[in-house]
């Protein structure tokens, strides 16, 4: 079974550029997530969608950050304009069942704002 | 005060010996997961647990309810066991995924 699979694995940008991430789930995960894990913390969940539905974006800074699960299999995640403070890992999940079941990662892309 | 705190942050050891990595939570949870995070950030679910005891191999993970602690295991440790453990716990209130700040194990040969 192929995993969760995430491009690009590094980026490096300048402030006020604009980013997208890309994360393909693993095949028939109804829910996906999107983390942000900033050096040295925990991941922080930024949204969740349940198919191609959100569920929770109330972490996502949504003046920058948008989020978008275009038929419910692959999703993009953007950040426009980027600020030094989201360089980060952002890690993308899945899950089998709806709600909370056990998740599986992604390897994760390495933001670095300048 | 974070609603999960685990312990120690960093953890050093020789190879071979018995690791011990804690995680105490103040909320009501559903389940509780330990991930353990290599270096160029990839995750892999080691335990997803809401009572007792779970074992894979040389990994143990307990969780007391009732106390809000849960502990993982690791017996005759390897440096390949080396990465950044982490505790996360699904709030039954706010229904979100909590994580702790995680564990950084280096097990020297």
């Known amino acids: 079974e192929a995993g969760v699979a995430q491009s690009p694995r590094y980026k490096i940008i300048e402030k006020r550029q604009s980013v997208a991430f890309w994360c393909n789930p693993i095949s028939g995960h109804a829910t996906l997530y999107w983390y942000q894990q900033i050096l040295g913390q925990g991941p922080k969940l930024l949204i969740q969608f349940q198919n191609n539905g959100v569920v929770d974006d109330s972490q996502l800074p949504k003046d920058r950050f948008s989020a978008e699960r275009l038929k419910g299999v692959d999703s993009t995640l953007k950040i426009q304009p980027a600020k030094l403070e989201d360089s980060a890992v952002y890690l993308c999940?899945?899950?089998?069942?709806?709600?909370?079941?056990?998740?599986?990662f992604g390897p994760g892309t390495r933001l670095t704002v300048t | 005060k974070n609603e999960v705190e685990q312990s120690p942050q960093n953890l050093t050891a020789q190879e071979g010996e018995f690791i011990t990595i804690n995680c105490s939570y103040s909320v009501g949870i559903s389940a509780l997961h330990w991930l353990q995070q290599h270096p160029g950030g990839g995750i892999v679910s080691l335990f997803m647990?809401?009572?007792g005891k779970k074992k894979h191999g040389r990994l143990i993970a307990t969780i007391n309810i009732q106390e809000k602690h849960s502990s993982l295991h690791i017996t005759a440790s390897h440096p390949r066991d080396s990465a950044v453990y982490i505790c996360a716990v699904l709030d039954q209130g706010a229904q979100k995924l909590v994580f702790g700040q995680g564990t950084r194990l280096t097990i020297n040969p």
């Open positions: 999940a899945s899950s089998p069942l709806a709600g909370w079941g056990e998740q599986y």
């Open positions: 647990l809401s009572s």
